[in-house]
Nanobody, 126 residues
Framework: QVQLVESGGGLVQAGGSLRLSCAAS????????MGWFRQAPGKERDFVAA????????DYADSVKGRFTISRDNAENTVYVQMNSLKPEDTAVYYC???????????????????WGQGTQVTVSS
């Protein structure tokens, strides 16, 4: 069992930055590939970024490439997403999630993730 707790959300002006953190409980954090998803009001939850168990591989949604950076610290059981050049369309609840499946196309599929955090709200004002 892994519990995930996101933090770092808030209100920011367009063009600003935020760093979200996701702290995981347990001693098996490094066994999981990790992902970030987001859900805007009235929309489905979408993939944002993913990182492999040791951090050697990352993937991003086209909408955030070049602006967001995912990273992890296995010693601290934490995964991060640094969000720069934020836009109003980035407004959403952001969730982190843990994936047991091998890193690959599965990272884009939210149904493959086994543990989810409660989410943190990010609001970008224009």
């Amino acid at each position: 069992q892994v519990q995930l707790v996101e933090s770092g959300g808030g209100l920011v002006q367009a063009g600003g930055s935020l760093r979200l953190s996701c702290a995981a409980s347990g001693r098996t954090f490094s066994s999981y590939n990790m992902g970030w998803f987001r859900q805007a009001p009235g929309k489905e939850r979408d993939f944002v970024a993913a990182i492999s168990r040791r951090g050697g591989s990352t993937d991003y949604a086209d909408s955030v490439k070049g602006r967001f950076t995912i990273s992890r610290d296995n010693a601290e059981n934490t995964v991060y997403v640094q969000m720069n050049s934020l836009k109003p369309e980035d407004t959403a609840v952001y969730y982190c999630a843990a994936l047991m499946a091998p890193y690959g196309t599965s990272v884009f599929n939210e149904a493959m993730y086994v543990y989810w955090g409660q989410g943190t709200q990010v609001t970008v004002s224009s």
